[in-house]
C-alpha cells in the first residue's frame, strides 16, 4: 500500500477514492452541465416515499453500470471528461511539444509512452519480476527477513507490514515515523472467516493458484503453495484490526522507543531493518497496533521457512500484478474486479495508462490540468461556498442546545483554526530525483513506489510541511483531514455537474455546499472530535457532551444498520457511522447557509436545493460492489446518503409537504448537528 493510500485512509474523503479527470488544451472542454437536471427525475414516483428514486429515476432507467466499471455515478462524466483531458495533455507531451509548459513535461510523456508499450511491458515485467522473486528465493534462513522485507517495502511491496511517516497525532507540528499492520490480499480482515465470505475465499484461493502459474512457479507446486499462502494470511487476518477498530485514533496511537518495539516482537531483528531503509535516525515511533507485532513475531517464529517464501513470492506477484504481464493483469481483474466488484471488462489500456502517470507524478500532471481545465471564476464561487457554509456551521455550534459551554468554546476554536485548500496548491511537488524511461511501465512503476516511500519517510521526525496535499488536483473527490485540521477540494471536483458557476445559487448549495458541510463536519464526527485546533489527539470534549453525542449517534447507527440492500443484505450502521453524520451535518449547514444567502427562500427553491443533492448521488453499483462497499467501506451506498439524510430533516418534508406516515418524514428523526 502506497503512502498516499495510506494517508488516504486517515483522511476523511467523501467517496471511495478513485481516480478522476479534466480536459484538453486542444479538443476537450469541462463539462457546462446544470447541477440540476429535471429530465432525470421520475415523475411517477412520490418524492416523500422514496427522494432518491424521485430524483435520480430517469438517470437510473438510462444508465447501467458500464462493463467495465463496478460502478456509475452521475459525476462519473466529470471523471470521465478529466481522462480525457488529462490524456490530450499526455499525448501533446509524448509529441515532444511543452504545452501547456510544464517543467515536467517530458517524464510525464515517458511515462504515458512507457505504459503504452504493451510489447515492451511484457518482456520487463517478466524480466524484472524473475529478478525480485529470485532475490526472495535466495533467503537462507529467518534472519536475512528483515533486510529483505525492507527491500521489498520501499518499492511498495507490502507483505507482513509496512512503515510510513505521518503527522504525529500526540505533537501535530511533527511527523513520526508509523509501523502498521499489511500484507493482507482479500479486503478485510472478516473476509476470511465469515461464513458469507466462503465463496469468495474459494475463488481467492483458485486466484493465487492461478498468478502463481502465470509468475512461473511450478504447476506442481502451485495449487499446494497456494493453499498454504491462504493459511498464512489467515493468521495475519487473525491478528489484525478491523477495519472499525482501524478508524479509533486513540487505539492506533502508540508512540514507543524502538527498542520497546524490539522487545515487544523479538523475533524481528528491527535495527537490521532500519538500516537497510537507512531510517536510524529517529527513535521514537508509532505503532498502529502493538498487540499485531508481538503476535506477528510469534507467527514468525513458528512458521517455517518454506512458507514464507511462498508468501512473499505471491505478495510480490500480487502488488505487481497489476502494472505486470497482460495475462497477471487480466488474471488480478477477474479476481479484484470481477468477483469482488462485479465489473465484466477492464477499462481501455490508456485510462490505466493515465491513472498510472496521475499516481507517479501527480503534482506535475495537476498543474498542467489547472492551467487548461480550472477557471478564476471556479475558484472564487468555491472559496465564497466555503466562507459562507463555515460561518454558518459555527453559528450552528453555538445554538446548539444539547453541547455544555466549555465544550462547545473546544468547538468554536476548531472552527477558528479550520483551514481551507481549494484547487490546487500553492506549490506544486517537484520529481527531479524520479527517472522516468520509456523502457518499462514495470520498472517505471517500481521506482515511482521507491521514490515516493523515500520522499514520504525522510519526513519523520521533521516539522509537518502544511502545504502538502493528500490528493493530486485532478481528482474528483474532497476531504477533511484531523491531523492538519483542514477542508480539502481539488479542482477535479469542482466541475460540472456536482458544481456549475452558471447554476442556479440554489443548486451549488444543494450539491457542493453540502459536500463542503460533510467535510467541515467530519472535524466533529466521531473520530475527527477526538482531534484539537492544532489537529492533536487531545480531548476536549467535557463527559456530559461527550455522552450525550453518542446517544445521538446511536440513533444514525440504528437508522442505517435497519437499511437493507435489494439482495437484502443489511447496512453496517457502526462501520459508516462517521460518514452518515457528515452527510447529515453537511446537508443541514448547506441549508443555513444557504437560507442565508436570501432573505425571502421560496419552496421551490428549497426543492432545488434538495433536488440537487439528490442528483449529486444520482449512482448505482453492482450488486457485489455494493457488497464489498458494504463490507469495507465507511461509505453508505448513495440511495441512502440521499434517503437517509432528507427523512432526518423537518424542512425537507416542509418544502415537499410530506404526510407524517411517509417514509422520507418518520417521527423520530436523528440529529446531532
Ligand atoms: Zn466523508
Redesign the pocket.
Known amino acids: 500500500m502506497s503512502y498516499i493510500m495510506k494517508k488516504a485512509f486517515i483522511l476523511?474523503?467523501?467517496?471511495f477514492l478513485i481516480i478522476s479527470t479534466v480536459s484538453c488544451a486542444t479538443n476537450f472542454q469541462p463539462s457546462s452541465e446544470e447541477v440540476v437536471n429535471m429530465n432525470l427525475v421520475d415523475q411517477k414516483i412520490n418524492p416523500c416515499e422514496d427522494f432518491f428514486q424521485y430524483a435520480c429515476g430517469n438517470w437510473l432507467k438510462t444508465n447501467p453500470v458500464p462493463a467495465d466499471k463496478a460502478e456509475l455515478y452521475r459525476f462519473t462524466e466529470i471523471d470521465e471528461n478529466t481522462l480525457l483531458i488529462l490524456k490530450n495533455i499526455l499525448q501533446t507531451y509524448q509529441r515532444g511539444e511543452n504545452m501547456p509548459p510544464q517543467a515536467e513535461s517530458q517524464k510525464l510523456g515517458n511515462a504515458y509512452s512507457a505504459c503504452l508499450d504493451i510489447d515492451k511491458n511484457e518482456i520487463s515485467a517478466k524480466e524484472v519480476m524473475a529478478a525480485l522473486l529470485k532475490k526472495n528465493h535466495f533467503l537462507q534462513n529467518k534472519n536475512n527477513l528483515m533486510p529483505l522485507l525492507a527491500g521489498l517495502h520501499e518499492q511498495g511491496i507490502n507483505p507482513f507490514f509496512t512503515i510510513y511517516a505521518m503527522q504525529n497525532p500526540g505533537e501535530a507540528t511533527q511527523m513520526i515515523g508509523t509501523v502498521d499492520q499489511a500484507g493482507m490480499g482479500l479486503p478485510e480482515k472478516s473476509y476470511y472467516f465469515d461464513k458469507d465470505n466462503l465463496e469468495i475465499r474459494t475463488q481467492y484461493v483458485t486466484h493465487i493458484y492461478h498468478s502463481l502459474l502465470l509468475a512461473g512457479i511450478r504447476s506442481t507446486e502451485a495449487l499446494e503453495q497456494a493453499k498454504k499462502i491462504f493459511k498464512l494470511e489467515s493468521e495475519i487476518a487473525k491478528i489484525s484490526l478491523s477495519a472499525i477498530e482501524q478508524q479509533d485514533p486513540v487505539k492506533t496511537y502508540n508512540p514507543i522507543g524502538k527498542m520497546s518495539l524490539q522487545k515487544l516482537s523479538p523475533q524481528m531483528d528491527w535495527s537490521i531493518y532500519f538500516k537497510a531503509l537507512h531510517f536510524e535516525t529517529s527513535d521514537t515511533l508509532n505503532i498502529v497496533s502493538p498487540q499485531y507485532f508481538k503476535r506477528l513475531s510469534a507467527l514468525l517464529n513458528k512458521t517455517s521457512l518454506t512458507d514464507i517464501k511462498a508468501y512473499l513470492d505471491w505478495q510480490i506477484i500480487h502488488e505487481t500484478s497489476n502494472f505486470s504481464t497482460l495475462a497477471l493483469q487480466q488474471e488480478y481483474f477477474n479476481f479484484y474486479g470481477k468477483t469482488l466488484n462485479g465489473k465484466k471488462e477492464q477499462a481501455p489500456h490508456w485510462k490505466k495508462c493515465v491513472s498510472s502517470v496521475d499516481k507517479s507524478l501527480g503534482e506535475a500532471l495537476g498543474e498542467a490540468f489547472i492551467k487548461v481545465a480550472f477557471g478564476q471564476e471556479s475558484k472564487d464561487m468555491a472559496d465564497t461556498l466555503v466562507a459562507n457554509v463555515k460561518s454558518s456551521l459555527k453559528e450552528m455550534i453555538t445554538k446548539l442546545d444539547w453541547m455544555d459551554v466549555e465544550t462547545k468554546t473546544g468547538a468554536l476554536k476548531k472552527m477558528q483554526s479550520l483551514n481551507q485548500k481549494v484547487g490546487f496548491p500553492k506549490h506544486f511537488k517537484t520529481y527531479h530525483d524520479l527517472a522516468v524511461s520509456t523502457d518499462s511501465w514495470f520498472e517505471n512503476q517500481l521506482t515511482s513506489n521507491l521514490f515516493h516511500f523515500n520522499e514520504n519517510l525522510k519526513k519523520a521526525n521533521l516539522p509537518v510541511d502544511r502545504n502538502e496535499w493528500g490528493m493530486t488536483p485532478p481528482t474528483d473527490n474532497a476531504?477533511?483531514d484531523p491531523t492538519m485540521n483542514e477542508i480539502v477540494f481539488p479542482a477535479g471536483i469542482l466541475q460540472a455537474p456536482l458544481f456549475n458557476v452558471h447554476s442556479s445559487i440554489a443548486a451549488n448549495y444543494g450539491a457542493t455546499g453540502a459536500t463542503i458541510g460533510?467535510?467541515m463536519t467530519?472535524g466533529f464526527d466521531d473520530s475527527g472530535s477526538q482531534y484539537d485546533e492544532l489537529g492533536n489527539l487531545k480531548n476536549w470534549w467535557s463527559e456530559k457532551s461527550s455522552q450525550t453525542y453518542k446517544e445521538k449517534a446511536q440513533c444514525l447507527i440504528k437508522q442505517y444498520s435497519s437499511y437493507t440492500t435489494n439482495e437484502g443484505i443489511h447496512l453496517n450502521g457502526e462501520l459508516s457511522i462517521?460518514?452518515n453524520i457528515?452527510?447529515l451535518g453537511g446537508l443541514k449547514v448547506a441549508l443555513a447557509a444557504y437560507n442565508k444567502t436570501n432573505s425571502q427562500v421560496l419552496d421551490s427553491d428549497l426543492k432545488i436545493f434538495f433536488i440537487a443533492y439528490a442528483q449529486s448521488w444520482c449512482g448505482q453499483l453492482t450488486k457485489e460492489a455494493a457488497r464489498t462497499q458494504i463490507n469495507s467501506d465507511?461509505?453508505s451506498l448513495p440511495k441512502f446518503r440521499v434517503n437517509g439524510v432528507v427523512s432526518n430533516l423537518p424542512e425537507f418534508a416542509d418544502a415537499f409537504q410530506c404526510m407524517d406516515t411517509q417514509a422520507m418524514a418518520p417521527k423520530n428523526r436523528c440529529s446531532v448537528w
Do not use: K, N
Not at 476523511?12 to 467517496?15: G, K, N, Q, R, T
Open positions: 476523511f474523503s467523501l467517496f476531504y477533511y460533510h467535510e467530519h462517521g460518514e457528515a452527510d465507511t461509505h
